[in-house]
């Protein structure tokens, strides 16, 4: 058995924590799969190959290193936190608090086991409803997912950070937005959950496992948010913007690949939007 498939999930761990948003592009991701393979005991076939052994040591810390398909076509692949059980929890917090003691900078605070889960826990609720994320739905979550004792910590209605105080909302948009869960709307999004989108993180740890969630036949991965669906309304595909538009360049007769319907000239077909965001 060779040494490097633990070194390279070390490695990829590593890399992936030292993110400002803890997602990489599809690009970057395969250069560093190419510098593993090239400098380190690890090969396989495809990325597939080597995304699978890298899974295989990355399980048992409650670790997943996976991607999705955003509607603009880019791939990203980021770690995702898949642990219930406190042995795999206890392993964790020990990786992260390592991972900050390599890669932490300054004020760019590394976040705990308990923080992941209740940031993921707001960004489900979020995709849900955003306009109604007040300080009481925050409460509700931070109950649910770590229970009474353990919710007071995102709760306390005052947090100090270098200098500043802040209240449980702005600690938590602000959290949410430099770790890559969310994204401003416009220059001047602020102080509110509606004047945020799903950034990167979201569209990995919430979208990508949600079953209701339709695949893109052309792709075969998830048409997170927007996509364009058929224009005929008994056809049920739905596909990302630029998969569509690569397909009727191949094929300008504007059939759709699932149904054969013509679809109309540019613009055509029904958009996503706020109102169907989960594309269904
Ligand atoms: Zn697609
Ligand atoms: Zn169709």
Not at 105 to 121: A, H, I, S
Not at 126 to 149: C, M, T, Y
């Amino acid at each position: 058995m060779s040494v490097g498939w633990a070194v390279a999930s070390g490695i990829i761990t590593q890399r992936f924590l030292a993110l400002q948003d803890k997602c990489m592009l599809d690009a970057e991701f395969q250069d560093l799969v190419n510098d593993l393979q090239e400098n380190f005991d690890v090969e396989g076939d495809s990325v597939a190959d080597v995304v699978k052994e890298i899974n295989d040591r990355l399980t048992p810390l409650g670790l997943r290193l996976d991607h999705v398909r955003l509607d603009s076509g880019d791939v990203i692949w980021g770690l995702k936190l898949t642990s219930k059980e406190d042995g795999q929890k206890m392993r964790q917090a020990a990786l992260l608090d390592h991972a900050q003691l390599e890669v932490g900078k300054p004020g760019n605070r590394m976040l705990t086991v308990e923080d992941v889960k209740f940031y993921k826990g707001v960004c489900d609720r979020f995709v849900k409803d955003r306009s109604a994320l007040d300080d009481k739905a925050l409460e509700e979550v931070a109950e649910s997912v770590l229970g009474a004792g353990d919710a007071r910590k995102y709760t306390k209605k005052e947090h100090v950070c270098c200098g500043h105080t802040y209240s449980d909302m702005d600690f938590a948009l602000d959290t949410l937005k430099k770790n890559g869960w969310l994204v401003p709307a416009d220059l001047d999004a602020s102080g509110r959950f509606d004047h945020f989108l799903p950034g990167p993180r979201t569209y990995l740890e919430i979208f990508s496992d949600d079953d209701s969630v339709s695949d893109c036949p052309l792709c075969e991965q998830k048409t997170v948010i927007g996509g364009e669906s058929c224009p005929n309304g008994q056809c049920p595909q739905w596909f990302h913007t630029q998969c569509i538009q690569e397909y009727f360049q191949q094929y300008p007769d504007r059939s759709c690949p699932s149904c054969r319907v013509k679809w109309p000239e540019e613009g055509g077909g029904r958009h996503g939007d706020d109102d169907d965001m989960m594309g269904s």
